[in-house]
């Protein structure tokens, strides 16, 4: 158990459907990273949030993307219109980040995401 | 931008042979350096981490990884492989920015196989 959730674990949808994906982080960890993973590749940023507002969005991220933390606490993460290119394993991840007490992210594991 | 070079895509070992995989980036100012292991259909777990103070970084499984701050290097090394070794390796950095942390950003992962 590594204390971050993810539901729901497998997402299969068909190509041009919405899909939203969620993840509860570590309870006093303020920080909370989106990433995606192909098979053979490393985690590919999406998005992080410091608390609830969102820091940085990658520029690779289509606008099909769109990810919420509306009270600093969990976060969604969906996929507006869906394409085959999407599958993947989106993985989300927390983190401690304040001034000088910081942690590593923990990692969830994962939700497999496959667009037929 | 910043980035994380992984130069080894995939290293074939026999036991107790020793395993030294490198890890580059390139930002020039502070940084918090770590090490993932990822074994086969397991999340993202952390093997070692850096934040400061001594270069020479011990991690679990008996892995080390020494930061040279001069070649923005950050290399992971173990003695003496074992079988259950085998997985994917990722090296990721986050920058410091005047004390507050940035982005999580990872390499594209270096595949471990170790033969018993």
């Known amino acids: 158990d590594t204390g971050v959730s993810q539901d729901p674990r497998h997402k299969i949808t068909k190509r041009g459907q919405n899909v939203t994906f969620r993840c509860d982080p570590i309870s006093e960890h303020n920080r909370l990273y989106w990433y995606r993973q192909t098979l053979g590749q490393g985690p590919e940023f999406l998005t992080y949030f410091q608390n609830e507002a969102q820091l940085e969005k990658s520029r690779l991220l289509s606008d099909r993307f769109s990810a919420e933390r509306p009270k600093g606490s969990f976060s969604t993460l969906e996929i507006q219109r869906t394409e085959q290119g999407d599958s993947a394993m989106y993985l989300c991840?927390?983190?401690?980040?304040?001034?000088?007490?910081?942690?590593?992210?923990?990692f969830g594991q994962g939700t497999r995401l496959t667009v037929v | 931008a910043q980035s994380v070079s992984q130069h080894n895509h995939h290293v074939i070992l026999s036991e107790a042979a020793s395993l030294e995989l490198g890890c580059n980036y390139s930002?020039?100012?502070?940084?918090?350096l770590f090490w993932y292991v990822q074994y086969p259909g397991q999340h993202l777990q952390l093997l070692l981490k850096?934040?400061?103070?001594?270069?020479l970084v011990k991690g679990i499984k008996g892995f080390e990884a020494e930061f040279i701050k001069s070649k923005f290097s950050f290399n992971l090394r173990k003695p003496s492989v074992q079988w259950s070794d085998t997985a994917e390796y990722f090296c990721a950095v986050i920058p410091n920015y005047g004390g507050s942390q940035g982005n999580l950003i990872f390499g594209k992962g270096t595949k471990l196989s170790v033969k018993p």
């Open positions: 850096y934040f400061s103070g001594d270069p």
């Open positions: 991840a927390s983190s401690l980040a304040f001034g000088n007490l910081n942690t590593e992210a923990f």
């Open positions: 930002y020039g100012g502070t940084v918090n």
